[in-house]
């Protein structure tokens, strides 16, 4: 456990955003929303990670008025949002975009390709909107991803059928693939639908908390992550102060240094954001 004085040296806050910033209905709690303009205030750095695209994230942003970096397609990318400048960017090369689509159609798998700014599918993927859980994406159907194999940061693809996926997962592994991270997972609303996100190995939300830290000069002591889900594992595997909201998972759960008593429906993360505040406040006064 954290001893509550570490919290005052606290010069980073990196959260995960669905699930734990956000209520069930994507909502922001009022308390969470006062409480990180008052720590940007006492010069704390906040920032965002999520496995969203980045444009759909800004609306958030914007709301907060953040000051920090946005952490998104689970650590593809990480972009200052004030200045509108990527610090770190990790696309897939256009053979290994070729090689997926190729084997999703074999194995009859819906695919898309996820960009910055948009999510790409074709008519033979027209359900890639209806099943994806990319909240706030943009998505654009397109006649042929021919134009859209560069400029790939992931690739998501999704199927009721799990042997599918799973085989799809094998070819993408080593050594049948090098360079390349899978995540699959079964979908939090619809539990016959399974996904597999293939990015450029290297890209996690953890190690973009690591880029992020050395990019600012920060000793990963001096930050906190907060988040509920299996994503956020590899944040909760560095050394910065781990947080973990009460609907978390038990894996980050049992590794936190704290514990909210409320879920991300009763805006959990703002006891932690408070608790820090009231300890730079303390120091200071």
């Not at 944040?235 to 102060?241: R, S």
Request: with cysteine.
């Amino acid at each position: 456990m954290q001893k509550s004085n570490s919290l005052k040296e606290i010069r980073l806050i990196v959260s995960d955003i669905d699930g734990t910033l956000l209520n069930d209905n994507g909502e922001l709690g009022i308390e969470s929303k006062k409480l990180l303009k008052e720590l940007m205030k006492e010069k704390v750095v906040v920032s965002l990670a999520t496995g969203r695209l980045h444009s759909a994230v800004t609306e958030i942003a914007n709301d907060i008025s953040l000051n920090g970096y946005v952490i998104s397609l689970d650590g593809a990318m990480i972009k200052n949002y004030v200045q509108d400048k990527i610090l770190y960017q990790s696309f897939l090369r256009i053979g290994q975009v070729k090689k997926a689509i190729a084997i999703s159609e074999n194995l009859l798998i819906n695919i898309a390709l996820c960009h910055s700014s948009s999510i790409y599918y074709t008519e033979y993927n027209s359900v890639i909107p209806s099943l994806l859980s990319k909240y706030g994406a943009f998505y654009t159907q397109v006649d042929s991803y021919d134009n859209y194999l560069s400029g790939t940061l992931e690739m998501v693809c999704s199927s009721d059928m799990k042997d599918s996926i799973k085989q799809m997962e094998e070819k993408f592994n080593f050594p049948y693939s090098i360079g390349c991270n899978t995540s699959y997972f079964r979908s939090k609303k619809n539990e016959n639908i399974y996904y597999l996100e293939i990015r450029k190995a290297g890209s996690s939300k953890g190690k973009a908390l690591m880029r992020l830290l050395k990019h600012l000069s920060i000793k990963p002591s001096y930050a906190a992550v907060i988040g509920d889900w299996y994503n956020d594992i590899t944040m909760f595997q560095t050394n910065a102060v781990k947080v973990a909201v009460a609907n978390a998972i038990p894996e980050l759960i049992t590794t936190a240094d704290y514990v909210t008593t409320k879920s991300n429906r009763d805006d959990g993360a703002a006891e932690f954001f408070e608790m820090v505040l009231k300890s730079k406040r303390d120091k200071n006064g």
